[in-house]
């Protein structure tokens, strides 16, 4: 499963719970010099520890298991 892309500056926030955070930063190579068209991926967590992804493959997995 792929997560979707957010269009720049909107939340990722599913749930509407939660404070917001701003995160904001370069990617570089260990010589300092810019990676051209890096991507940062982001994951968050609800109050249980668990991504909207980890939800999705365990309720998947238990499915195929039935």
Known sequence: MMASTVP??????SEGKGEYMYVEGR??????????GAVIET?????KGESD????????SSRSSD
């Open 8 to 13: 720049l500056g909107e939340s990722i926030a």
């Open 27 to 36: 990617v570089l190579t260990s010589s300092g010099e810019p990676i051209p």
């Open 43 to 47: 994951w968050e967590t609800d109050d």
């Open 53 to 60: 992804v980890s939800i999705i493959m365990r309720s998947t």
